[in-house]
C-alpha cells in the first residue's frame, strides 16, 4: 500500500495539518542502520536524498560517530539516529526546535 493511498489519496487532511514535513532515508552503513530525518518545502512524498546515502556510503571508513556528525552537518537535516547491531541506538538533533 501506498503512502499517498494509505492516508486518503495525495495526502488528503495530512496535507492541510502538516506544519513540519520532514522526509526520513535510512541506510545501511555496515553493521549501522543510519535514519536521517530532513525538512522538506512540500508534502509530496518524491524527495531526493540520494546525497545523504552517498554521504554514508562514503563515509563507511569513519568511526559511526564521526559519520553520524557528517551526515547531521549536511543541509536541512533535523535530526540523525544511529542503530546499533543490538537493536539500541542514538537520536542526534543538531540543533533543538
Do not use: H
Not at 21 to 29: F, G, K, L, N, P
Not at 37 to 57: M, Q
Not at 75 to 86: D, F, G, I, K, M
Request: glycine share 8%; charged share 25%; net charge negative.
Amino acid at each position: 500500500m501506498s503512502f499517498s493511498f494509505a492516508f486518503g489519496g495525495r495526502y488528503g487532511k495530512l496535507r492541510n495539518m502538516a506544519k513540519v514535513i520532514e522526509s526520513m532515508t535510512r541506510v545501511a552503513v555496515g553493521d549501522y542502520i543510519i535514519r536521517v530525518w530532513r525538512n522538506e518545502p512540500v508534502l509530496d512524498g518524491s524527495y531526493d536524498n540520494s546525497d545523504i546515502k552517498n554521504a554514508c556510503l562514503d563515509g563507511q571508513s569513519l568511526a559511526i560517530d564521526e559519520l553520524a556528525y557528517k551526515v547531521s552537518k549536511m543541509s536541512r537535516v533535523n535530526a540523525v539516529e544511529v542503530l546499533y547491531p543490538n537493536g539500541d541506538g542514538v537520536l542526534i538533533y543538531p540543533e533543538w526546535p
